[in-house]
């Protein structure tokens, strides 16, 4: 099986900047669609981003042209780029993986990360 590992998250102000990456173990990584999610305090783990085996970019509409998905398959690594955040995207932030091409429903995903604390302040 796929394990996943976050970094990144830290503590920053509202308009900051973080990088989050995503470790995936094993071979084959490049067969992976890898996705984001996030998950605030007494809220359902929500979509953020997806990048499919083919290199195809998805985003949640809450984070178009804020955040920026990509992939080093030869690293095996996923990271996101979070440009002006806001308060609300405050959240445990995971990395999920799963074979061949997947859309934002967190149950299609067979792999995750144990998650990275970001929090926004004002």
């Known amino acids: 099986q796929v394990q996943l590992v976050e970094s990144g998250g830290g503590l920053v102000h509202a308009g900051d900047s973080l990088r989050l990456s995503c470790a995936a173990s094993?071979?084959?990584?490049?067969?992976?669609?890898m996705a984001w999610f996030y998950q605030a305090p007494g809220k359902e783990r929500e979509f953020v981003s997806a990048?499919?085996?083919?290199?195809?970019?998805h985003y949640a509409d809450s984070v178009k042209g804020r955040f920026t998905v990509s992939r080093d398959n030869a690293g095996n690594t996923v990271s996101l780029q979070m440009n002006g955040l806001k308060t609300e995207d405050t959240a445990v932030y995971f990395c999920?993986?799963?074979?061949?091409?997947?859309?934002?429903?967190?149950?299609?995903?067979?792999?995750w990360g144990q998650g990275t604390q970001v929090t926004v302040s004002s």
């Open positions: 999920a993986a799963t074979i061949g091409p997947a859309g934002s429903s967190r149950y299609r995903y067979d792999y």
């Open positions: 094993g071979r084959n990584f490049s067969q992976y669609t």
């Open positions: 990048i499919w085996n083919d290199g195809s970019i």
